[in-house]
């Protein structure tokens, strides 16, 4: 098969797609033909040695996928070869063939196609468990996110209107606020804005914080916040981890609250696998509508890394091998 290979961690564009043998699946897992991959920023930092986990080398990218069944491991039951599935790998997604364990596969519902599928789970998977698990987001309470025209940006303001909250975008172009208002935010703000604080605390101040940037964006998303607010902090998209002034938390009761979805796997399966039943419902109603921004074949995918890792990807991006 063919598949996007990190022999080497390094910068995106050196990373090539290579002919490799075909995966075949261990116990417990199955075989997936890939029809989409969703790219996340994790990918562009999991390449180049930047991000908390490191496969052992060589390995091929790619954290979700959507495809048909084609081969069942030792002791896999209750699944069908053909079977429509949406499944996380952890590694392997860039590629014609991708192994998941056969208990992270969720069958995909009628009418969804393997693109929006494929840009589901992570993005919608991250914002339900920070929002509802993690801050424990009330109707009524505001909701500030930055990032929220990213990948999982737009999940958090779908998802937070949801909840009944009133919905502040920051971001930082005039195409990506267009699409944070098109996405139903009530109030849409430059992030780079220098009256943002005042901005944000003429309308009453935050609630809940959703900071997927770090440094100083996360700065400003503190100063954004109200008495006993929550601030989560989702990711490092800038680069930089922030450093926390405590005074601030004491000063204004608030908690600074740390989001790492994949890790829910390991330690606690059964708050991840009830979000995912939740939003799979909500996604044959057609209450969550994936925006996919591009697609790009496996030939191309270092070029959407490179969308993402360049601040030019709005949504989610997604390759079809
Ligand atoms: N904790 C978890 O479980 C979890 C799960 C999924 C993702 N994440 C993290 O969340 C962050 C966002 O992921 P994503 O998939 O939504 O990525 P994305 O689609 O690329 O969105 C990232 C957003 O961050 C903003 N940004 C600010 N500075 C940036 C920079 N230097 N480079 C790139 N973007 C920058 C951009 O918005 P503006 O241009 O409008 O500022 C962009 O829309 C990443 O750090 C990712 O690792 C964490």
């Known amino acids: 098969m063919r598949a996007l290979v990190c022999e080497t961690l390094g910068p995106i564009n050196s990373h090539r797609v290579q002919e490799i043998p075909d995966p075949l699946p261990g116990k417990r897992q199955v075989a997936v033909r890939v029809h989409a991959c969703g790219v996340n920023f994790a990918d562009t930092l999991i390449i180049q040695g930047k991000y908390q986990e490191r496969p052992d080398l060589p390995f ?16 896999v039951k209750g699944i069908a070869l053909g079977q429509r599935v949406m499944a996380l790998t952890s590694v392997g997604g860039f590629a014609e063939i991708a192994l998941a364990a056969a208990d992270t596969l969720i069958p995909l519902p009628d009418g969804i196609d393997f693109t ?42 779908e998802i937070g209107k949801m909840m009944g909250a009133t919905v502040i975008g920051l971001a930082s172009t005039e195409e990506k606020r267009a699409l944070v208002a098109e996405h139903g935010a009530d109030h849409v703000f430059d992030v780079a ?12 101040g935050a609630d809940v914080g959703y900071d997927v940037v770090g440094g100083d964006a996360f700065n400003t998303m503190l100063r954004c ?33 740390g989001v790492y979805w994949g890790s829910y796997a390991r330690n606690n399966p059964s708050v991840l696998m009830k979000s995912l039943v ?37 949504g989610k991006v997604v390759i079809k091998p």
């Open 60 to 75: 091929v990218p790619g954290s979700e996928v959507a495809g048909e069944v084609i081969a069942l491991g030792e002791g």
């Open 116 to 157: 929006d599928a494929a840009a589901f789970t992570v993005a919608y998977g991250t914002s339900h468990v920070a929002l509802e698990t993690r801050a424990q987001l009330k109707a009524g309470e505001t909701l500030i996110i930055n990032g929220a025209s990213g990948g999982v940006g737009l999940t958090a303001l």
């Open 193 to 204: 804005d220098p009256d943002l604080r005042d901005k944000v605390k003429a309308l009453g």
């Open 225 to 257: 916040m109200k008495f006993e607010g929550r601030l989560l902090t989702v990711g490092f998209a800038s680069g930089e981890i922030p450093q926390v002034p405590a005074n601030l938390l004491l000063v204004k009761n608030i908690s600074v609250v």
């Open 278 to 314: 939740q939003l799979t419902h909500w996604l044959k109603e057609g209450q969550l509508r994936p925006h996919v921004s591009a697609v790009y074949s496996l030939d191309e995918a270092t070029k959407g890394l490179e969308a993402l890792a360049n601040r030019q990807s709005v």
